[in-house]
């Protein structure tokens, strides 16, 4: 499934050529694959692009020459020889910006000996991935198709029932479900996660039976055309003690109130504040130890943080995810999260699992 238009793609060189000139870079090295993916359309292991205001390159290896032709657009496409980091230096002038986030020391080092004179190296930080944090219309319905995939998964999670299966049983069977439905994997290793082992906020599935009369954590996502959904849902496996179902809505109410903070103009760190303070004034503020949210898209953790030290106002077109939780040590933890593209006004919410308290016994 391909449902990003190419005309969409070459659009982002444009904005980055602006962003380059902000940085007053003569070019950009572009190394860091998925920022390479989210440029050209290319999927392969080994590329790169060098971008000037008047040339776009894109460069590979022999063993994907081929590939690059099919899929990348709007940029002239080269073979790199064997000495790669070499012939990248060389194409460099001026000003050369590169992703210092991306190189290692030792390929800086190659890059600088192979540099021709007058070209200097210019740590550009991360002008790809800023571009990358506000959405366009392809890559949320890319976004949004995920989502529904996961969703789909935990439709069957509460046919199937969960008590008497395995935490890991019950993991890879989503994951199996969301592939033969579409989806590229999973966008990260499900976390499922019962009783007392709901409270490890990141609980790697384990062979033991789910029981009956628990919460179960189940946190997972899709990966659809490179892009990532991201969702969490607490269910019930039957009747559960008064402290447990009374945290669980302190957790939905404060996801509820959080998610209407979310528009376009509002402070990250308010947002976050919004559950914080009402996870706090219940007197679960200490178990709330995570930020609120994260942003999500070809990585399903990037930029913008929603979290009380984050800096900075929410934009339209932000892909974020909503998701306090209460973790109490020893007994169970609530989680409940929904991935959102901010907007003027209400947001767009791409999960749709209910958010009640489901018995999947």
Known sequence: MNVQAPASVEARTDRLVARMAEQELDCLLVTNLLNVRYLTGFTGTNGACIVTPDARLFLTDFRYVEQAAEQVRGYERLELGRDMLGDLAGRLHGRAGFEDSNVTVAQHAKLSESLSEGTELIRAGTPVESLREVKDPAEVAAMRAAAALADAAYRDMQERGLAGRTEREVAMTAVRLMEDMGADGPSFPPIVASGPAGALPHAVPRDVEIPSGV???????????????????????????????????????????????????????????????????????????????????????????????????????????????????GEFGVRIEDLVIVADGEPDVLTGFPKELVTAG
């Open 215 to 329: 919460l179960v954590v189940v946190d997972m996502g899709a990966r659809l055309d490179g892009y990532c959904s991201d969702c969490t849902r607490t269910f019930a496996t039957g009747p559960v003690a008064d402290a447990a179902l009374e945290v669980y809505e302190l957790v939905r109410n404060a996801q509820a109130e959080a998610l209407a903070a979310v528009r376009a103009g509002a402070e990250a760190a308010a947002v976050d504040g919004v559950a914080r303070a009402i996870i706090d004034a219940a007197g679960h503020g200490e178990r709330f130890g995570h930020g609120l949210g994260h942003g999500v898209g070809l990585e399903v953790h990037e930029a913008p943080r929603v979290a009380k030290t984050a800096t900075g106002e929410l934009r339209a077109g932000h892909a974020v995810t909503v998701e306090p939780g209460v973790y109490v040590p």
